[in-house]
């Protein structure tokens, strides 16, 4: 029930299109869903994050869909950009809770090429 | 405002040797956390430290894996004997205090031949 799925695996965008990453998960008491970037030899960067009560956040060219009946989110790269190419991670957390409950259960990672 | 810094950034080893990996969090972060992340994986929590106490560590092989965070301030975790499995990158991060979002610092990606 802790797990995050998350796809694809791989992706490539041309300049210009739009990147979308789906991620789905199962435990409901989640409320708090982070997207994190990562580039190679680098930790993980936090890039957008979520909470339930909103369907919907935009920070600039990213933006995360939430669907709470559904238990998916997903991430969406507009214009993407070849300095946008990493690996994207989705995670999920329960909040305010305690200290077990407020870790991080990251999805698997979708490696991002964004050609010219 | 800096970051996390870990260290070293990359550490070779034989199996059975002993290895140890030092984090300094963001000054004020009371939460620190160290994960594992495999190749090809997302990062797995293996224990997560509020000031000097441990508030989860059910996911850390606590036969051959330690970790401290004396003084609240830095942490050090160790893997005593190494296994050929325990080639991975780990991370460290921190956060103000639970529930806020947490930063990570670069990693120490380790080998054990």
């Known amino acids: 029930q802790q797990q995050v799925k998350q796809s694809p695996q791989s992706l490539i965008v041309q300049k210009g299109g739009i990147s979308i990453i789906n991620c789905a998960y199962e435990?409901?008491?989640?409320?708090?869903f982070p997207w994190y970037q990562q580039f190679p030899g680098k930790g993980p960067a936090l890039l957008i994050a979520i909470r339930p009560d909103v369907s919907e956040k935009k920070e600039g060219r990213f933006t995360i869909s939430f669907n709470k009946s559904a238990k998916q989110f997903s991430l969406h790269i507009m214009d993407s950009q070849p300095g946008d190419s990493a690996t994207y991670f989705c995670?999920?957390?329960?909040?305010?809770?305690?200290?077990?409950?407020?870790?991080?259960?990251f999805g698997t990672g979708t490696r991002l090429q964004v050609t010219l | 405002e800096a970051g996390v810094a870990q260290s070293p950034r990359y550490k070779i080893i034989e199996k059975r040797q002993s290895v140890a990996f030092w984090c300094n969090p963001i000054?004020?972060?009371?939460?620190l956390y160290w994960y594992q992340q495999i190749l090809g994986q997302g990062p797995k929590l293996l224990i997560q430290f509020q000031n000097n106490g441990v508030v989860d560590d059910s996911q850390l092989p606590k036969d051959r894996f330690s970790a401290e965070r004396l003084k609240g301030v830095d942490s050090t975790l160790k893997i005593q004997p190494a296994k050929l499995e325990d080639s991975a990158v780990y991370l460290c991060a921190s956060s103000l205090s639970f529930g806020t979002s947490q930063y990570f610092g670069p990693g120490t990606r380790l080998l054990v031949l």
């Open positions: 995670a999920a957390s329960s909040l305010g809770g305690t200290g077990t409950a407020s870790k991080l259960t």
């Open positions: 000054s004020g972060h009371a939460t």
């Open positions: 435990n409901t008491a989640f409320d708090y």
